[in-house]
Nanobody, 127 residues
Framework: QLQLVESGGGLVQPGGSLRLSCAAS????????IGWFRQAPGKEREGVSC????????YYADSVKGRFTISRDNAKNAVYLQMNSLKPEDTAVYYC????????????????????WGQGTQVTVSS
């Protein structure tokens, strides 16, 4: 059974860093495109960063470019999101999601392009 489990969330001060992990089981992550999404209270779920299946091309929302880095470790069947220079507006529940193969280049940051989702991990940026 396909399963995704996020971890690494928590409370951090503005300017701090966190590294989120998404561990996959029941399938081979190398054959999937992977996305990190977030949802703040009262807001729609939004794409943060994604990485393609075929060539590991990466995509970032404008709001996190230069601060967040997505990476995948196919040997560990895991994907990571390194988040630096965190801001209060980064506060949200963060989810990883996967979809078999590649998506269209304009679809990577859309939550509608992904079929399988983890349960989420809370990130709170506050002093």
């Amino acid at each position: 059974q396909l399963q995704l489990v996020e971890s690494g969330g928590g409370l951090v001060q503005p300017g701090g860093s966190l590294r989120l992990s998404c561990a996959a089981s029941g399938f081979t992550l190398a054959y999937y495109s992977i996305g990190w999404f977030r949802q703040a209270p009262g807001k729609e779920r939004e794409g943060v960063s994604c990485i393609s299946s075929s060539d590991s091309s990466t995509y970032y929302a404008d709001s996190v470019k230069g601060r967040f880095t997505i990476s995948r470790d196919n040997a560990k069947n895991a994907v990571y999101l390194q988040m630096n220079s965190l801001k209060p507006e980064d506060t949200a529940v963060y989810y990883c999601a996967v979809e078999p193969g590649d998506l269209g280049s304009s679809d990577y940051l859309s939550p509608f392009g992904y079929e399988y989702w983890g349960q989420g991990t809370q990130v709170t940026v506050s002093s």
